[in-house]
Structures are given as structure tokens and as C-alpha cells.
């Protein structure tokens, strides 16, 4: 059975996680915004626990203009600019990525479409099983014997027969149609007054957009002229539509595989961002009573070593603070402390709208106080 390689759309994925419907507002304890972190680190547990690939990659675009813009200088010119609080965002999920040992590839003039195709052609070329993990359309003329599309989401894999199947033309035939239909995403112009379904048509009857301006007189109505009239259009189109495979990008099989995660790292993010079920799901608490220990010493006994320091692990002195009489010890004793550990307890974690339930204060090892 061939190795596999599983290559993730970096930013079409971030954007989906961004825009995802979600009624609550995901911010951590610090107030950053974490909704698109969460939803694509929890995509990206699920996607290794479920498919367990051999190599796992992060393809990300060029943080300068690509080889498309000097083609076309108005090359995605209609994009708005990114959200606010989108970048902080993308920092933490390659700070994420990064923790859990998988590459993140960007090359500089090339867009993270055309590392796609690079790396898909190269693992082809070692009869390696390339999964492209993207929903983006382009990709599909990049199928092929060792090349497929997978649907995260949906868990479904597309193949250049099933494409075929689906659509009725091959891989080595879509770009024409992508050329003739243009994308208005990506400002690619394209034939005016045709969509995918014109495009698809002409390329089924006529096999290629060369061989289609051959039979251009063919083509009767508004659409017909428009096709002879944006020629240089089309062509220029097809041009920007290509995936490059030849991306100066290395592909290294041991740098690609699929290793153990930095589990401090991973657990210190996780922690500051309070991703506490996926620290539980990674069985990260080890790193977590590293840090611990680190404040508050070994645990009592050896019995307790490798468990999560809590009430149920350690002998400790937890005081409710309920009463005026408890009230007035309490604060006689904090007067005295040069230093204590202070937390809140609210409502949520929205710091404009939580309402304070209760205080908690801390200045010796296993004992505190609530409020």
C-alpha cells in the first residue's frame, strides 16, 4: 500500500474556520479571539486521528505578490482586506502547527495552490498517495493516479475517475473551462456572459479551448461574439488558472512525516488559550504537571507521581469565604502576604459581558481561599 501524504489548504481553511456559523464568541481568559484557532486545530486533530497519514504538510501562501500578479496586475485586486482579528489568529495556528511538529511551506512568489501542486506532483513521481485537502475547484485539474482531492468536512475523497464520473471531463480538461468561466474571487476575467455551465459544455464538445476557437464561428448569439471578442482574455485567463507543479520547493519525506508533538509547547498555548478539552484529548496533563511541580514542588508520594495535581491528588486547605467573621481573618491574612495569587470566577469569557460570581486568592502551596 502506497505511503500517503495529506496536503491542507492553509488559508482556504483558516478563512472557513473564521467564517464558520458559531453562535458563541470564542475569546481566550486574556479576551484574544480564538473561534478560527479552535475550529481548525480541532479540524486538524481529527483529520490525523481519522486518516493517520504516513506525511502531513501546512501549505500556506507567499507573504509577497505572486508570479500571477505581473501577469495580471488586477490579479485578486477585488479581495477586502483581511478581518482584524483574523492575523492574530493565523499567528497561533502556525504557532499550533508548529508545536505539533508538521511543516508549514510557503515560498515566496508562488501561491500555497501552486506548493499544492508541486508537492502532489512530487509525491506521484515516488508513487507516494497525495490528498490535496481543499474544496477549491482549481485543484481539481491537478488529479491524477497518485493525486486526490479530500473533503475534510464531508470525509470524501475525490478521484480523476469519479471526477470524470461526476462532471463529465477529466482533469487534463478543466483548465480550459476554468479559462472560459474566469473566477470572480481571484479577478480572473475569463469570456464575459459565461458561467461553468457554458464553459463545461463548449469543452465537452469541442475537447480544448484551442480547438474551440477553431469552431468559434460556431457559436451563435451574444455569447458567440463574446467568445471571438475576448480571446486574449480567455488565454490570459487560462494562464493565471494553471497551477504551477514547479514550485522551488524541496520535498523531503522525513521532514514531512508525521512525528511525536512538542507536548510543552503544545500544552503552554493550549493553556493560554484555554483549550482544555484538547489538552485532555492529546494527554498533555504530563506537561501540565511539569509546570506545576515547577511551582509547587513533587507530589506528596511516589504513588502520585504522573497524575494531574488537583483536590482529588493532594492533601489541601480549601476555605469558603461566607461569613462577615471568615471575612475579616481572611483579609487580617492577606494584609500580611507580599505577594498572592489572585482569579476570577464569571459568568463567561466575554470580559464585556461576564459578571464576577466569585474571587479566589492563593500564597501557599495547597491552600486557598474563595470569596
Same mark, same amino acid.
Given at each position: 500500500?502506497?505511503?500517503?501524504?495529506?496536503?491542507? +489548504? $492553509?488559508?482556504?481553511?483558516?478563512?472557513?474556520?473564521?467564517?464558520?456559523?458559531?453562535?458563541?464568541k470564542?475569546?481566550?481568559?486574556?479576551?484574544? &479571539?480564538? *473561534?478560527?484557532?479552535?475550529?481548525?486545530?480541532?479540524?486538524?486533530?481529527?483529520? =490525523?486521528e481519522?486518516?493517520?497519514?504516513?506525511?502531513?504538510?501546512?501549505?500556506?501562501d507567499?507573504?509577497?505578490p505572486?508570479?500571477?500578479?505581473?501577469?495580471?496586475?488586477e490579479y485578486k485586486?477585488?479581495? &477586502?482586506?483581511?478581518? !482584524?482579528?483574523?492575523?492574530? /489568529?493565523?499567528?497561533?495556528?502556525?504557532?499550533?502547527?508548529?508545536?505539533?511538529?508538521?511543516?508549514?511551506?510557503?515560498?515566496?512568489g508562488?501561491?500555497?495552490d501552486?506548493?499544492?501542486?508541486?508537492?502532489?506532483?512530487r509525491?506521484?513521481?515516488?508513487?507516494? !498517495?497525495?490528498?490535496i485537502?481543499?474544496?477549491?475547484? +482549481?485543484? #481539481?485539474?491537478l488529479?491524477?493516479?497518485h493525486?486526490?482531492?479530500? +473533503? =475534510?468536512?464531508?470525509?470524501? =475523497?475525490?478521484?480523476?475517475?469519479?471526477m470524470?464520473?461526476?462532471?463529465?471531463i477529466?482533469?487534463?480538461?478543466?483548465?480550459?473551462? #476554468?479559462a472560459?468561466?474566469?473566477?470572480?474571487?481571484d479577478?480572473?476575467p475569463?469570456?464575459?456572459?459565461? $458561467?461553468?455551465?457554458?464553459?463545461?459544455?463548449? =469543452?465537452?464538445?469541442?475537447?480544448?479551448?484551442?480547438?474551440?476557437?477553431k469552431?468559434?464561428?460556431?457559436?451563435?448569439?451574444?455569447?458567440g461574439?463574446?467568445?471571438?471578442?475576448?480571446? !486574449?482574455?480567455?488565454?490570459?485567463?487560462? *494562464?493565471?488558472?494553471?497551477?504551477?507543479? !514547479?514550485?522551488?520547493?524541496?520535498?523531503?519525506?522525513? /521532514?514531512?512525516?508525521?512525528?511525536?508533538?512538542d507536548?510543552? *509547547? #503544545?500544552?503552554?498555548?493550549?493553556?493560554?488559550?484555554?483549550?482544555?478539552?484538547?489538552?485532555?484529548q492529546?494527554? #498533555?496533563?504530563?506537561?501540565?504537571?511539569?509546570?506545576? /511541580?515547577?511551582?509547587?514542588?513533587?507530589?506528596?508520594?511516589q504513588?502520585?507521581?504522573?497524575?494531574?495535581?488537583?483536590?482529588?491528588?493532594?492533601?489541601? +486547605?480549601?476555605?469558603l469565604?461566607n461569613?462577615?467573621?471568615?471575612?475579616e /481573618?481572611?483579609?487580617a491574612?492577606?494584609?500580611?502576604?507580599?505577594?498572592?495569587?489572585?482569579?476570577?470566577?464569571?459568568t $463567561?469569557?466575554?470580559p464585556?459581558?461576564?459578571?464576577?460570581?466569585?474571587?479566589s486568592?492563593?500564597?501557599?502551596?495547597?491552600?486557598?481561599?474563595?470569596?
Open positions: 500500500m502506497p505511503k500517503s501524504l495529506y496536503i491542507i +489548504d $492553509g488559508h482556504a481553511h483558516i478563512y472557513a474556520a473564521y467564517y464558520a456559523p458559531m453562535r458563541q470564542l475569546t481566550s481568559p486574556a479576551g484574544e &479571539p480564538t *473561534k478560527a484557532t479552535f475550529i481548525f486545530t480541532n479540524m486538524l486533530l481529527g483529520l =490525523i481519522r486518516k493517520r497519514p504516513d506525511m502531513l504538510v501546512l501549505a500556506m507567499s507573504k509577497t505572486s508570479f500571477r500578479t505581473k501577469l495580471y496586475p485586486a477585488h479581495r &477586502p482586506p483581511m478581518p !482584524d482579528d483574523m492575523p492574530q /489568529q493565523i499567528d497561533r495556528i502556525e504557532q499550533i502547527v508548529s508545536a505539533m511538529n508538521i511543516p508549514i511551506i510557503r515560498c515566496d508562488f501561491e500555497a501552486d506548493v499544492i501542486g508541486t508537492l502532489a506532483r509525491a506521484a513521481a515516488k508513487n507516494i !498517495d497525495a490528498y485537502c481543499s474544496k477549491d475547484k +482549481d485543484m #481539481l485539474q488529479l491524477g493516479r493525486t486526490f482531492t479530500y +473533503d =475534510i468536512k464531508n470525509d470524501e =475523497i475525490t478521484t480523476a475517475e469519479s470524470k464520473e461526476k462532471l463529465g477529466g482533469p487534463e480538461h478543466f483548465i480550459d473551462v #476554468l472560459l468561466q474566469g473566477d470572480a474571487s479577478n480572473v475569463g469570456v464575459p456572459d459565461v $458561467g461553468p455551465k457554458t464553459a463545461m459544455e463548449w =469543452i465537452k464538445q469541442y475537447g480544448s479551448l484551442e480547438n474551440l476557437y469552431h468559434a464561428d460556431e457559436i451563435k448569439g451574444s455569447r461574439e463574446n467568445l471571438r471578442k475576448s480571446r !486574449d482574455l480567455a488565454e490570459l485567463s487560462r *494562464k493565471l488558472v494553471i497551477i504551477n507543479t !514547479d514550485a522551488p520547493v524541496k520535498f523531503d519525506e522525513k /521532514q514531512f512525516a508525521v512525528k511525536e508533538y507536548s510543552q *509547547k #503544545l500544552s503552554e498555548v493550549f493553556s493560554e488559550l484555554d483549550f482544555t478539552r484538547m489538552l485532555g492529546l494527554g #498533555l496533563e504530563t506537561a501540565k504537571l511539569a509546570k506545576q /511541580q515547577e511551582l509547587f514542588g513533587e507530589p506528596e508520594s504513588a502520585d507521581s504522573g497524575k494531574i495535581i488537583s483536590a482529588k491528588t493532594i492533601k489541601h +486547605d480549601y476555605r469565604i461569613s462577615p467573621q471568615d471575612f /481573618q481572611f483579609a491574612d492577606l494584609k500580611k502576604q507580599d505577594k498572592f495569587a489572585f482569579d476570577t470566577e464569571t $463567561g469569557t466575554d464585556t459581558q461576564a459578571e464576577l460570581v466569585g474571587m486568592f492563593c500564597w501557599k502551596a495547597h491552600q486557598a481561599y474563595y470569596l
